[in-house]
């Protein structure tokens, strides 16, 4: 395995990390469709252990069904459930996003709150998901520690923690404020395109000359598969 001293310190990489990063994916945003503060958060809550790609195919009847926080609020337990079950975990999500609203309605006449501080007071909403609120619907700044985050936080050598609350404060004292939204963004996307867990494309990978490759075994030269097993029909 790799160790970070053969590599300069983290902050002496992070700007030239950033750079690339922003060569990769110029245009990096958030993934989740949303037209309003409110439809982030609730597509946010939907989001936890699911991909964005089948949150935004469940959000549109869900927003056409519920268009402001008093909606969600009175909603149907049961309705609400059917038409977020293909996420996982819908009894509950459902749970949340009903009291995540009602709370809204009762503390902030409907409107969605425009502090971290605030927002993590919800049900069903962490500090991830405040940042991820804050950053794309109001553009306040932060850094959003999803588990791509904090993966490739630890492998480029950013940080040592596990700990998403403490991966934050480490890459806010290291990435420059301007550039905290979208270094998240991009990072993310970099987590799923090219460095993946178990087995990132670290041939194809730009950061590679930067990267110490923490937690990627010494003899991992790329992306080839191992060979497949075949699964029985009733083995799931």
Known sequence: MAKISRLPPARERIGPIINLLKQLYPAAVCELDYRTPLQLLVATILSA??????VNMVTPALFARYRTARDFAESDPAELES??????????????????????????GGEVPRTLEELVTLP????????????????????????????????????????PVKVEFALMKLVPQPEWIDFSHRLILHGRRICHARKPKCDQCPLAPLCPKLGVPSNHSGPKSAPRRTKKPDSQ
Do not use: M, W
């Not at 252990?49 to 089948?54: F, G, K, N, Y």
């Not at 819908?90 to 709370?103: G, L, M, T, V």
């Not at 932060?142 to 940080?159: A, E, K, Y």
């Open 124 to 163: 069903g909403l962490g500090r991830k998901s405040a940042n991820v609120i804050l950053g794309n619907a109001y553009g306040v700044p932060g850094i959003t520690v999803d588990t791509h985050v904090g993966r490739l936080s630890r492998r480029l050598g950013l940080t040592q923690h596990t700990d």
């Open 49 to 54: 252990q699911c991909t964005d790609v089948r």
């Open 83 to 108: 038409l977020i079950k293909s996420t996982g975990f819908y009894k509950n999500k459902a749970k949340h996003i009903r009291a995540c609203c009602q709370a809204i309605v009762e503390r902030y």
